[in-house]
């Protein structure tokens, strides 16, 4: 091992292909992080008359779950839904839950990442204490992943909710934060200006402000602030996280390991982040600091709160 050039960091030891005393051999190595072996198989596009059923069962469950009136509905399928972001668990040809991930820009300290807010999770009453969206959620997870998404955001009002997307990774560390009137209806220049300006905020564009016209339209009540709606941050992609607080915190040097993440294992492990740069490294003959994806979270938006402004609820 003295003989590998500085620049590599890990060395692969491939896999135990499922034999106890080769797992037991590679193990007392002391691996700075192992990943579960999957199987990848080809997807068939969905056909247009599939597609046509997720689209419909959505709107359906909507419908049933929050009541949403067709005006709402509408607008949202005709403007803002994409299929890509539509992510159902069905029973029987059946959208019985579902959730709407919708993709923004976040700002972080005069940085942009990829993010989603979620919108619309729910699950029919006749399905409920099924977990349905603890699972889907897992599988959500890895496709944003695989999006190259690094954030998903949420906000919730019911105080019962929180422990739920706690246990999924999720952090209180957002809010929807009060409004003044003038920036608002000023028009989306006079809204971009006070976006721009904050340390960190989800991004509207001019696109979705005019969506958000027309929702005001029939819901005169739209833009009422409602503080008590309290923001939720997951990290999706650790090492991409990481890198917008390393690039704020230039004077600092620190090792964090990453544990707990059940839905992206490979976000587990040590990262070393020093002069405003962060990579992976090796955690077994260093200190550390111990975090889990929600502490992560905790301190990446520390003295900052992300907020969401503006989001459909």
Known sequence: MQQIPEQYTYINLEEDMGLPGLRRAKSSYHPAYQIKKDRATSRPELSIREEECKREGARQLMKTVFNDRDEALDIFFSRVYAPAGNYCRCHEGQVVSAAQALPYRLHYHGQQADAVYL???????????????????????????????????????????????????????????????????????????????????LL?????????????????SYYLVKPHYKGMVRIINVLEALRLYATTHADLTITLRVTGDNHISENNGCYAIKHGTVSRCACSTESYTL????????????????????MLL
């Open 119 to 201: 919108y619309a999770v729910g699950t029919l009453p006749e399905f409920r204490g099924q977990h349905l969206i603890s699972r889907l959620f897992k599988y959500m997870h890895r496709g944003l992943l695989c999006q190259g998404k690094v954030f998903s955001t949420l906000l919730i009002e019911q105080e019962d909710l929180q422990a739920m997307y706690e246990r999924l990774g999720y952090a209180q560390v957002g809010k929807a934060p009060l409004m003044d009137s003038e920036v608002v209806e000023n028009g989306f220049e006079t809204y971009d200006e006070w976006q721009q300006s904050r340390p960190c905020v």
């Open 204 to 220: 509207q564009d001019e696109r979705r402000w005019e969506t958000l016209q027309a929702y005001s339209h029939f819901d005169k």
């Open 291 to 310: 975090l889990d994806i929600n502490t992560l979270a905790e301190l990446i938006f520390k003295g900052a709160p992300l907020e969401m402004p503006l």
